[in-house]
């Protein structure tokens, strides 16, 4: 047993027992920025997106119930298409100022404080992912290895030629059928300090959820398109660390994404006169803001058990072990649900107004069955579907409802059958005096919520079936249902707000689930918010 189910029991447990440095205040004033900086580089602005037609998000989120992309409509990426996609995602494309509840709101108004939104959520709105983009001879532009540039929507060129061998050597020969076969790849590093300066040694967890956020907005986005994005959570991780020029224990490497490209790979090309000794690595350095930059020894702790075994592939079906439980069939009232439907609400719209509602939800209207049927089944069909489940077979994820004022549908806590598409009683009667007390923060009343979904993964039981690195999956993938129910609120007109402050072990408790392996890992709120909101236009300011 590694460190990593030390760590789960800690974070799990931390409502009642407060994960160390107990006394950790915040610096705001002396914190990081939001993306790294590169002074010395030069930028190359990409393409161009809002001339790009939107497409139906029903094919990304719920396959099978909209009209399906045409296959050929993307024979793959190209530099509009990614540029796109990383501006839909985690591009800057709006300021947040909108009158809530949360405790920033005062310094909004701001430039310094600015709250900026993106089409994907992140905890604590940190942002931690960096993402570079490894490019080869197929691309249009010369090989090299760039950093994605938020705050100017651009690429920062850190290293010139072609290094995607480098990574396809990381990958290693048993990488997922499609992943050597490409020239383009997407890698994902962390920096812990961009999140940790807040969350202390509660980073490890956040980051692994930020992570899944953001692969499962492309895995949607792509596949609205006719395209399949899968992340890789297993390989050289070193290796990378060491091409991107970063210390492993500041920023790791937690994913890559291989791209199919619209262009076909190039052949290897011959180099008789390189030292095959020479290994390029980036030499620019981020330039860090913060001053004073502390060090948590369960993140460092984290980070060396999540990187033990990196390169190490689990085998294909090791999952199975870890896969969500089936609901019990013959027991428990059973509600039935309507069939899911979404609309045709665009993959870009949505992600342009996805937003956390922060105390906005009012309970005077009801949420509709159909609406919360059409969120559980975006939630339920969730997969990363990464190198260890390339298939997307195994469901890690459960999801239960608390259910406020849901039309039709009595106050009480459910668990969610996806196979049959309805709820089965767990608890009944209201659940908002439960639901208030167990969270620890002021910016949600959940009782004016229509309803709160609750995922649950069996962490321990992925740790146990492909050892310590598992926990990055198993919290990303928690990370990934959240994005989904994002989206499906976004594009229902429903308002959403997903939070980590809450006592988890109560919830274990209220549904149930304190003798088997089952984590709660987050709350997701969801209902219709107060007409007629104060906001302010920015972008005609």
Same mark, same amino acid.
């Given at each position: 047993?590694?460190?990593?189910?030390?760590?789960?029991?800690?974070?799990?447990?931390?409502?009642?027992?407060?994960?160390?440095?107990?006394?950790?205040?915040?610096?705001?004033?002396?914190?990081?920025?939001?993306?790294?900086?590169?002074?010395?580089?030069?930028?190359?602005?990409?393409?161009?997106?809002?001339?790009?037609?939107?497409?139906?998000?029903?094919?990304?989120?719920?396959?099978?119930?909209?009209?399906?992309?045409?296959?050929?409509?993307?024979?793959?990426?190209?530099?509009?298409?990614?540029?796109?996609?990383?501006?839909?995602?985690?591009?800057?494309?709006?300021?947040?100022?909108?009158?809530?509840?949360?405790?920033?709101?005062?310094?909004?108004?701001?430039?310094?404080?600015?709250?900026?939104?993106?089409?994907?959520?992140?905890?604590?709105?940190?942002?931690?992912?960096?993402?570079?983009?490894?490019?080869?001879?197929?691309?249009?532009?010369?090989?090299?290895?760039?950093?994605?540039?938020?705050?100017?929507?651009?690429?920062?060129?850190?290293?010139?030629?072609?290094?995607?061998?480098?990574?396809?050597?990381?990958?290693?020969?048993?990488?997922?059928?499609?992943?050597?076969?490409?020239?383009?790849?997407?890698?994902?590093?962390?920096?812990?300090?961009?999140?940790?300066?807040?969350?202390?040694?509660?980073?490890?967890?956040?980051?692994?959820?930020?992570?899944?956020?953001?692969?499962?907005?492309?895995?949607?986005?792509?596949?609205?398109?006719?395209?399949?994005?899968?992340?890789?959570?297993?390989?050289?991780?070193?290796?990378?660390?060491?091409?991107?020029?970063?210390?492993?224990?500041?920023?790791?490497?937690?994913?890559?994404?291989?791209?199919?490209?619209?262009?076909?790979?190039?052949?290897?090309?011959?180099?008789?006169?390189?030292?095959?000794?020479?290994?390029?690595?980036?030499?620019?350095?981020?330039?860090?803001?913060?001053?004073?930059? %502390?060090?948590?020894?369960? @993140?460092?702790?984290? =980070?060396? /058990?999540?990187? $033990?075994?990196? +390169?190490?592939?689990?085998? !294909?079906?090791?999952?199975?072990?870890?896969?969500?439980?089936?609901?019990?069939?013959?027991?428990?009232?059973?509600?039935?649900?309507?069939?899911?439907?979404?609309?045709?609400?665009?993959?870009?719209?949505?992600?342009?107004?996805?937003?956390?509602?922060?105390?906005?939800?009012?309970?005077?209207?009801?949420?509709?069955?159909?609406?919360?049927?059409?969120?559980?089944?975006?939630?339920?069909?969730?997969?990363?579907?990464?190198?260890?489940?390339?298939?997307?077979?195994?469901? %890690?994820?459960?999801?239960? @409802?608390?259910?406020? =004022?849901? /039309?039709?549908? $009595?106050?009480? +806590?459910?668990?969610?059958? !996806?196979?049959?598409?309805?709820?089965?009683?767990?608890?009944?009667?209201?659940?908002?005096?439960?639901?208030?007390?167990?969270?620890?923060?002021?910016?949600?009343?959940?009782?004016?919520?229509?309803?709160?979904?609750?995922?649950?993964?069996?962490?321990?039981?992925?740790?146990?079936?492909?050892?310590?690195?598992?926990?990055?999956?198993?919290?990303?993938?928690?990370?990934?249902?959240?994005?989904?129910?994002?989206?499906?609120?976004?594009?229902?007109?429903?308002?959403?707000?997903?939070?980590?402050?809450?006592?988890?072990?109560?919830?274990?408790?209220?549904?149930?689930?304190?003798?088997?392996?089952?984590? !709660?890992?987050?709350?997701?709120?969801?209902?219709?918010?107060?007409?007629?909101?104060?906001?302010?236009?920015?972008?005609?300011?």
């Amino acid at each position: 047993m590694g460190y990593a189910h030390e760590y789960a029991h800690a974070v799990l447990h931390r409502g009642r027992v407060p994960m160390e440095p107990t006394d950790h205040v915040v610096n705001w004033a002396d914190g990081p920025r939001r993306g790294k900086y590169y002074p010395r580089v030069d930028a190359f602005a990409l393409p161009e997106t809002e001339d790009l037609p939107d497409v139906p998000i029903a094919p990304g989120l719920l396959p099978g119930t909209g009209e399906e992309p045409a296959p050929d409509g993307h024979p793959g990426f190209g530099l509009p298409l990614l540029s796109a996609m990383l501006k839909d995602s985690y591009g800057l494309v709006g300021r947040r100022l909108g009158v809530q509840a949360n405790t920033d709101l005062a310094g909004l108004p701001y430039y310094h404080h600015a709250n900026w939104s993106r089409g994907t959520a992140g905890g604590g709105g940190l942002y931690p992912v960096s993402v570079h983009w490894a490019s080869g001879p197929s691309g249009p532009l010369t090989p090299g290895l760039h950093y994605y540039d938020i705050h100017r929507h651009a690429l920062q060129r850190l290293l010139t030629g072609d290094v995607t061998g480098r990574v396809r050597e990381a990958l290693g020969p048993d990488a997922p059928d499609g992943a050597l076969d490409t020239d383009q790849y997407l890698v994902l590093g962390v920096k812990y300090w961009q999140n940790s300066f807040k969350y202390n040694s509660f980073c490890f967890h956040v980051v692994c959820t930020d992570l899944g956020t953001l692969v499962q907005t492309w895995r949607i986005w792509a596949a609205a398109r006719g395209l399949r994005l899968a992340p890789a959570l297993w390989f050289d991780e070193p290796a990378l660390s060491g091409l991107l020029g970063v210390p492993g224990e500041e920023e790791a490497v937690f994913a890559v994404v291989p791209l199919r490209w619209d262009a076909p790979r190039a052949e290897d090309a011959e180099a008789p006169h390189t030292d095959p000794r020479h290994r390029p690595a980036v030499r620019h350095r981020d330039v860090e803001r913060s001053r004073t930059l %502390l060090d948590f020894p369960q @993140v460092r702790a984290m =980070h060396r /058990a999540t990187l $033990e075994g990196a +390169a190490a592939r689990p085998a !294909p079906g090791a999952l199975a072990a870890a896969a969500a439980l089936a609901d019990p069939v013959g027991t428990g009232v059973r509600v039935p649900l309507p069939g899911p439907d979404l609309p045709d609400t665009g993959v870009r719209r949505a992600l342009r107004e996805r937003r956390s509602s922060f105390g906005r939800f009012d309970a005077r209207r009801e949420v509709s069955a159909g609406h919360l049927s059409s969120v559980l089944a975006a939630c339920a069909g969730t997969r990363l579907a990464g190198d260890t489940d390339p298939s997307g077979e195994h469901r %890690l994820a459960r999801l239960y @409802v608390f259910v406020n =004022h849901v /039309a039709g549908i $009595e106050p009480g +806590a459910y668990a969610y059958d !996806p196979d049959r598409g309805d709820l089965r009683a767990v608890v009944t009667g209201p659940q908002g005096p439960f639901l208030q007390e167990n969270y620890f923060l002021a910016n949600y009343n959940l009782e004016q919520a229509g309803a709160v979904l609750v995922p649950t993964v069996r962490t321990t039981a992925v740790l146990d079936a492909v050892g310590d690195r598992g926990y990055r999956l198993a919290v990303a993938t928690a990370g990934a249902v959240a994005q989904s129910f994002y989206l499906a609120a976004s594009a229902l007109g429903l308002g959403a707000g997903v939070a980590l402050g809450f006592d988890n072990v109560s919830y274990a408790e209220r549904l149930g689930l304190t003798d088997g392996d089952e984590a !709660p890992l987050l709350i997701m709120a969801l209902g219709h918010e107060r007409p007629g909101p104060a906001d302010f236009r920015h972008e005609i300011a």
